[in-house]
């Protein structure tokens, strides 16, 4: 029987939080040196602020570019206003630039990218893609990986990546919900809103989850939830639940 599939992009099929982990770290150097000497900032402090600022940010402003630098800036300006020390515009700039430099690291597939939507294509299973962020930077992943030999036009890019987009793009598109799949990392924007919307789930996990991402499932599944650590892994877990015997 075939299944309407959506996949999530960053950090399903493609690298993305590995990029920011980097930044952040020359984030933090670059603050850890600019404040030594101020009793009870070190690298920990500081990464833990920029963590909180960062995803009260996303609740705010959804996956919009602007907020990732927005949150060195504001870390760096609670830190000032902490601590008395002068605010400088070079450091103000440089930390918007550090920001923004994220978004221009190179696209690397996850392994198995390719033969895992080779084969469920090949299965006659219908591809989608829903992921957050803004338009011309997840185009250009698209685009660089050639994503849409596998997806097409069924391609959903969201600023506000929660329940209502995906209850939205799943009414829209008049999806019979016992035959439509959700994989990605994310439980907070992937698994919850697809248990919600009454959709099968998979969960992705990676090495090191963007604690925005990290929530408690309080939905009951309706269909199949289950938990991979591979992409490869993804085909057969499908094909087993599609055909199990049937009560």
């Known amino acids: 029987m075939k299944q309407n599939l959506f996949f999530d992009l960053d950090d399903t099929l493609i690298h993305c939080n590995k990029y920011f982990y980097f930044v952040i770290e020359q984030f933090v150097d670059a603050m850890t040196t600019w404040f030594a000497g101020y009793e009870g900032i070190n690298a920990d402090a500081v990464r833990n602020k920029q963590t909180e600022i960062d995803i009260a940010g996303v609740a705010v402003l959804g996956f919009k570019s602007e907020h990732f630098p927005q949150s060195f800036l504001d870390t760096y300006n609670y830190y000032c206003d902490l601590t008395g020390r002068k605010k400088s515009k070079t450091e103000q700039d440089f930390l918007w630039k550090l920001g923004l430099s994220v978004y221009e690291h190179d696209t690397e597939p996850y392994p198995n990218m390719e033969a895992t939507l080779d084969k469920l294509a090949g299965e006659g299973h219908t591809l989608h893609l829903y992921t957050g962020g803004e338009l011309a930077i997840q185009r250009r992943k698209i685009e660089k990986m050639q994503l849409e030999r596998y997806f097409g036009p069924r391609v959903y890019i969201r600023r506000h990546k929660n329940s209502e987009a995906l209850e939205q793009i799943l009414a829209e598109g008049g999806f019979d919900r016992r035959l439509t799949w959700m994989i990605g990392n994310s439980i907070r924007t992937d698994v919850v809103p697809a ?24 939905v009951a599944p309706k269909g199949a939830f289950f938990t991979l650590n591979h992409l490869v892994e993804v085909p057969p877990a499908i094909h087993e639940y599609v055909n199990r015997p049937q009560p």
């Open 195 to 218: 248990l919600t919307a009454g959709i099968h789930a998979i969960h992705m996990r990676t090495e090191s989850e963007w604690l925005y991402n990290v929530i408690n499932i309080d």
